[in-house]
């Protein structure tokens, strides 16, 4: 029974890892359009995680909230921040700051 237990545990943790990586894949492409769109430079060509928490779905159903923080940059002279909100498996908003305040792409 210990080891059907150990299993299980370890079973959820390799699934929370793969998930882990299909968000981040996602989240690194969200940025990269969003700074294409605009025509601005990803910078460092990556995401990191800023947040993790539970959330419902549209469905109701229980997944987790990522937020991905990831910097880009105008004329590369400057560094600002933007983030990739995505709810499971759905991108739900990419943030861009900027002098003018904060943009903000909405998807669903």
Partial sequence: ?????LIAILGA??????DSMNARERA???ATRACQSINVQLL???VSLESLKPARNNAGHLVWRRTYGFEYSIQGVERRSGRAILRGRVL???QLDSDNGTTI????
């Fill in 28 to 30: 690194i492409a969200a």
């Fill in 44 to 46: 460092d060509q990556t």
């Fill in 1 to 5: 029974m210990e080891n059907l237990l």
């Fill in 105 to 108: 792409e909405q998807h669903e």
């Fill in 13 to 18: 943790g390799v699934w929370f890892w793969i």
């Fill in 92 to 94: 739900e908003q990419v």
